[in-house]
């Protein structure tokens, strides 16, 4: 299975190829356990995000790995692709801004549920 750091630039390589805007890569260490990283993209338009959907996808599994989940495509509003330790979210523009996930992820934690050491 390959490592998260190597799907990590696969999947920015990708965004980056297919002309994705605004791309932000959250490292959610010590943030949650449910991946290392979280990736957040725009596209232009419903078209523009389910193209880079699909295209990441199939990017993705010719990594090997199994398990790439994908919510969202019939509408392409907002597509969310698992790929196990990577999460991305991609968006068109003003469905972003609205759901604001960069603001969730990079506020710190409060102090009551910030994780133990």
Known sequence: MPVASDVLKLVEATLDGDKAEDVVVIDLDGKTEIADYLVIASGTSQRHVSAMAQHLRREIKSLGLN????????????????????????????VREFYNLEKIWTDPLPAEAAPRQ
């Open 67 to 94: 398990g790439v989940a994908v919510e969202g495509q019939s509408n392409c509003d907002w597509v969310l692709i698992d790929a196990v330790d990577i999460i991305v979210h991609l968006f068109r523009p003003e």
